[in-house]
């Protein structure tokens, strides 16, 4: 599954971002857009990455 969402948390700042999720892992985190998003976030979301 990928994620997108206009802010991801990543290395202590928000920003946008697509994150590919298999199972309960995330396997990569990808530049926003640069594959088609299963589930994508407005800008009134955050998608918290840690």
Same mark, same amino acid.
């Given at each position: 599954? !990928?994620?997108?969402?206009?802010?991801?948390? &990543?290395?202590?700042?928000?920003?946008?971002?697509?994150? @590919? !999720?298999?199972?309960?892992k995330?396997?990569? &985190?990808?530049?926003?857009?640069?594959?088609?998003?299963? @589930?994508?976030?407005?800008?009134?979301?955050?998608?918290?990455?840690?």
């Open positions: 599954m !990928i994620i997108q969402g206009n802010k991801v948390f &990543i290395s202590g700042q928000f920003m946008r971002a697509q994150i @590919v !999720i298999d199972g309960l995330v396997r990569e &985190i990808l530049p926003y857009d640069a594959k088609r998003a299963d @589930v994508l976030f407005g800008k009134s979301y955050a998608v918290a990455f840690v």
